[in-house]
């Protein structure tokens, strides 16, 4: 049995930037609970950056909401809304939340200034470890979180309205992020609707170890070199037992260097704001 929401447990409000990241080693994702009421989570230190995917309806900008909002007292916030129409500009206006962008060349400029900072702060802790300074203080810089809605309305618009080239370098940026964020206290939480390779780059895949699909889930839907055949088809088994009135229920798939495979639990219990 599941609870019919969750609500996330209160956490100290750090009162100044120094308190945020310290703090920074502890902070998870944290994706609900299972059927037995066991929270699931997954340190952001093992797991620099998650996908979530469903189709419409089934609780995508709830569950990244919920994730930007026990995230948003630590570091700050990059929305980069895909659709133009899922998240209100005025969150900008919120602390803790510093970008959001909606359309084409928002999306692209965003995206360039996030990567621009990535190489800034890795040339900064190089410049500290040469002079002598620990790796822990080289890179104790305060986390950015992005997150990219609507991942394949995003490319999509970028293409149709930029051209091929841009798109390529935002392609370029995100996945230089993916590869070398995490040491820069960067992260990227990727929503979309499908992983077919056109939405859903394979080479970003690579790099994602968490992923969250919201509801039934068929297995076309995971044509992706990073999924095995036989772990889609374990994800749509276990997702298809997800009710139509359970929204918000997920099933969660862990990769590693072993292998991956989808949490051997029955979803993740919804989540409201």
């Given amino acids: 049995e599941f609870p019919r929401a969750v609500a996330s447990t209160p956490v100290p409000f750090p009162k100044t930037e120094a308190e945020a990241v310290a703090a920074y080693p502890k902070l998870t994702w944290r994706f609900g609970v299972d059927a037995r009421g066991n929270e699931r989570s997954a340190r952001i230190l093992d ?18 909401a919920s994730l930007l909002e026990n995230l948003r007292p630590y570091g700050s916030w990059m929305v980069f809304d895909g659709k133009g129409s899922d998240h209100s500009a005025k969150m900008a206006e919120e602390p803790g939340v510093t970008w959001i962008s909606k359309t084409a060349a928002q ?38 979180f992005g997150l990219l809605d609507e991942i394949p309305s995003m490319r999509q618009r970028i293409e149709e309205l930029l051209g091929a080239d841009a798109l390529a370098k935002f392609d370029r940026y995100v996945e230089d992020i993916l590869q070398l964020g995490r040491q820069a206290r960067i992260h990227l939480v990727l929503v979309s609707q499908s992983l077919y390779v056109a939405s859903f780059p394979t080479e970003w895949q690579k790099n994602v170890s968490r992923m969250v699909f919201l509801g039934p889930v068929a ?14 088809d ?14 918000g229920r997920a099933t969660l798939l862990e990769k590693s260097d072993s292998g991956a495979a989808p949490e051997r639990v029955p979803g993740v219990a919804e989540h409201r704001e």
């Fill in 47 to 64: 797991a620099s950056h998650i996908a979530i995917v469903a189709k419409t309806n089934w609780g995508k900008s709830i569950l990244a």
């Fill in 107 to 144: 999306h692209l400029l965003g995206m360039k200034w996030l990567h621009e900072e990535m190489h800034e702060r890795i040339a900064a802790a190089d410049e500290a470890l040469a002079a002598g300074a620990d790796k822990a203080t080289a890179f104790s810089f305060p986390p950015i």
């Fill in 219 to 232: 297995a076309r839907s995971m044509v992706s070199d990073e999924i095995p055949k036989d772990v889609a």
């Fill in 234 to 247: 374990a994800v749509e088994f276990m997702s298809a037992r997800i009710p139509d009135s359970a929204k």
